[in-house]
């Protein structure tokens, strides 16, 4: 799927896996202090238990991606399910350290957020962040999502007495 010139979203597949590895090898320090899954993907056979546990999931309208940044795996995007009764999905993603700053995940959302509301049931997204991550904020919040709620973090990283943050974004039904 392309996003725009210089990124595209590819189906997460097993045949991303070393690609994923190195994005997280170089970026491990910065992704640790939010994602918990660090510490399990330190190898070939981690990452493609990353991959296997997002493709196979079994939860409903569950969508992973490998994210392209002028052709270089740069992270992974997903939305993580949709529940067909309260219509409600939760996105998620990670970005390399060597390309954030360039507002990929917003682009990301542009495109994503209006397939949401025109082919799938959701009539509400939400982001789950750490209180402490300004960054992930700010994309949310670009998007219009507000928070809602705290709720405990439950995530075994560090300082894990942050709070997690819920933020919602009403769709507009097309």
């Not at 999931?57 to 490998?66: D, E, I, P, R, T």
């Not at 529940?83 to 994503?112: C, F, M």
């Not at 799938?120 to 992930?136: D, G, I």
Request: charged share 20%.
């Amino acid at each position: 799927m392309e996003i725009s010139e210089s990124i595209t979203l590819q189906a997460l597949a097993l045949s991303h896996a070393k690609e994923l590895l190195g994005a997280v090898d170089t970026s491990r320090a910065d992704l640790a202090v939010y994602m918990p899954w660090t510490d399990t993907l330190t190898d070939m056979a981690g990452a493609r238990g990353y991959i296997n546990a997002r493709k196979n999931g079994q939860l409903y309208g569950s969508q992973w991606f490998a994210i392209y940044y002028n052709g270089a795996f740069s992270g992974v995007f997903g939305i993580k399910y949709i529940d067909p009764v309260t219509k409600v999905s939760e996105l998620g993603y990670w970005l390399s350290t060597a390309v954030r700053g360039h507002r990929i995940i917003n682009q990301v959302l542009n495109v994503i957020l209006p397939y949401l509301s025109s082919s799938t049931t959701v009539h509400t997204v939400e982001f789950h962040c750490l209180e402490s991550n300004e960054a992930s904020i700010r994309v949310v919040e670009r998007t219009g999502a507000k928070l809602v709620r705290y709720v405990d973090n439950t995530m075994d990283i560090p300082n894990k007495d942050q709070r997690l943050g819920i933020y919602a974004l009403k769709l507009k039904m097309t």
